[in-house]
């Protein structure tokens, strides 16, 4: 069975830092992706960034480029995620969702199969 479990959420000023990571647990799939999203109250989830076991051009969306990186680390059955978020806006405040998908890179919600519940990063200001 696949779980995704964030963790590494928080308060943050204007221009810190916070590391999120992504552990997805069972995940024993030749090709695969994992990806950040992030929805703000009243809004819809969005893409954040991605990256797939290729680790070919991770993706950022354009908000977060040259501010956000996202890394990988392989186990046996689990791959971790990372997102260095560095130089925070209050506008990247919401809850960061990572979700897994057996395939290779996708950018939309509706392309993750797995989810996890979310971690709040609250950025003030």
């Known amino acids: 069975e696949v779980q995704v479990v964030e963790s590494g959420g928080g308060l943050v000023q204007t221009g810190g830092s916070l590391r999120l990571s992504c552990a997805a647990s069972?995940?024993?799939?030749?090709?695969?992706?994992i990806g950040w999203f992030r929805q703000a109250p009243g809004k819809e989830r969005e893409s954040v960034s991605h990256i797939s076991s290729s680790r070919n051009s991770p993706y950022h969306a354009d908000s977060v480029k040259g501010r956000f990186t996202i890394s990988s680390d392989n186990a046996k059955d689990t791959v971790t995620v990372y997102l260095q978020m560095n130089s925070l806006k209050p506008e990247d405040t919401a809850v960061y969702y990572c979700?897994?998908?057996?395939?290779?890179?996708?950018?939309?919600?509706?392309?993750?199969?797995?989810w996890g519940q979310g971690t709040e990063v609250t950025v003030s200001s």
């Open positions: 979700a897994a998908r057996p395939r290779d890179i996708g950018h939309r919600v509706w392309q993750y199969n797995y």
């Open positions: 069972g995940f024993t799939f030749d090709y695969w992706a």
